[in-house]
């Protein structure tokens, strides 16, 4: 006799109520907390942190580009750069920042969720999330966090897609930090956009027309479905509003087509996708690495970090969310070639974790927030998952070693992540992934 679960509607098996349930059994990462250290390494980041939460906006140019100082910064610090090098890292990154400039009006308690995707409204945002710290909640960071990121009818937590909100977050767990904290909330507010809908709405949750549980299979069916490969012209991100305006039901597809059905063995394949997406997808010799699928790894990475420490209940929908992404970035660059080969272990040639950290905080790129933060990436997923065979190592060294900056053909222009057809407010600012 056949079970009865083949007669339930296949929606993957992890949409339903249950959910809230199931979790992903990750032990803690280690904590940072620089705060109280008397030597000079910690209390460098200690100040340099808080420089950067006073005198620098947290988003820039006309609003399209995110701050990355605290990315930087504290990547560069847990990878063991010097004082000397935070400073350097501090005055490179900050050459381009801009200061705070005041909001139209302030942010309440009472309207606080109108202004959200309105970058105009930063500081406003900011010194909400600050004034609840202080009088609310005694200067507990993670308590205001947990009330604005997590709790309530559509938390902002089911739209920290777009990523620097997400590895902000992160850095603030791994860090212990409650200005990071903070940024991490303006910056989630902010950024606020249509794509929380597929998270808060349970209507895009439905069955697809096949299932997968490998993430990296799943790319490479999209690879050869002929339907994504002429959705667009160009492999840009200028296409990614348009895949979901245009396209909405086959990249849904894609996303309801992921089983998680083992959550925590499909975790542990999304990260090793998220690493063969940055490295294994660059024909030698092009050094051609892609700004935006690097973001596929740190956001990855901040997942890493998350899992343990927000509520079970959430657990799938963050893996779920940066499977969208994933898959959205995936198919707006064309599906670049997964070569299975290309990260060859055999290739460490004796190099260890100490030569890619080296190349990391001492290279030319040592400068370079993505840079930095990708590797480390790599390091801690290997961490976590454990690398008998050395291919998180091979896959680390053949991308520090081949490395010479990002591509610059991926991005002609920036186009706005918050349409006003979209938020029902007029445009304000554009998409900074």
């Not at 350097?88 to 050459?95: A, D, F, L, S, T």
């Not at 400039?101 to 308690?109: I, Q």
């Not at 890619?356 to 990708?374: L, S, W």
Request: charged share 25%; aromatic share 12%; with cysteine.
């Amino acid at each position: 006799m056949a079970s009865i679960l083949s007669y339930v509607p296949v929606i993957n098996r992890f949409i339903n109520s249950s959910d809230e349930f199931r979790s992903i059994d990750l032990p803690p990462v280690e904590v940072h907390n620089v705060e109280t250290a008397p030597e000079k390494r910690p209390r460098t980041l200690k100040h340099l942190l808080r420089a950067n939460h006073a005198n620098h906006a947290i988003l820039y140019n006309n609003l399209r580009f995110d701050n990355h100082i605290p990315h930087a910064l504290s990547s560069a610090y847990l990878l063991g750069a010097s004082d000397a090098q935070l400073h350097k890292i501090y005055e490179v990154e900050g050459e381009s920042l801009e200061p705070w400039r005041p909001s139209p009006a302030e942010v309440t308690k009472d309207d606080w969720r109108s202004f959200l995707g309105d970058k105009l409204y930063q500081r406003a945002f900011l010194d909400f999330f600050e004034d609840s710290l202080v009088m609310r909640h005694n200067y507990d960071w993670k308590k205001v966090v947990n009330e604005y990121m997590f709790s309530g009818k559509e938390p902002l937590v089911n739209c920290l897609i777009v990523g620097h909100p997400l590895i902000h977050l992160g850095y603030a767990y791994e860090m212990d930090n409650k200005e990071i904290a903070m940024e991490a909330l303006t910056l989630a507010a902010t950024q606020y956009s249509f794509l929380h809908k597929y998270l808060d709405d349970p209507s895009y949750t439905k069955p697809s027309s096949f299932k997968m549980s490998n993430p990296l299979e799943l790319l490479n069916r999209m690879a050869e479905d002929k339907r994504v490969g002429e959705l667009f012209k160009e492999p840009v991100f200028d296409n990614f509003v348009p895949l979901f305006e245009d396209h909405e039901d086959l990249i849904l597809e894609y996303w309801n087509a992921w089983s998680l059905d083992d959550p925590k063995k499909q975790f542990q394949e999304s990260q090793e996708a998220a690493v063969a997406l940055l490295v294994a997808t660059i024909p030698p010799g092009t050094h051609s690495y892609n700004f935006f699928v690097c973001h596929l790894l740190t956001t990855s990475h901040a997942v890493r970090i998350l899992l343990p420490v927000i509520p079970a209940k959430l657990h799938i929908p963050l893996v779920r969310q940066w499977w969208l992404l994933t898959a959205a970035v995936y198919a707006v660059f064309k599906c670049p070639k997964i070569d299975p080969d290309y990260i060859k272990p055999g290739d460490v040639a004796g190099k260890q974790w100490n030569y890619v950290e080296d190349k990391a905080i001492n290279g030319p790129y040592a400068t370079d927030a993505h840079f930095v933060k990708a590797a480390r990436a790599i390091k801690e997923a290997a961490r976590t998952w454990g690398d008998v065979h050395e291919h998180y190592l091979a896959a680390a060294v053949r991308f520090v070693d081949d490395f010479h900056g990002w591509a610059r053909t991926y991005y002609p222009r920036l186009i706005p992540l918050t349409y006003p057809v979209l938020l029902g407010r007029p445009l304000t600012s554009s998409a900074s992934i």
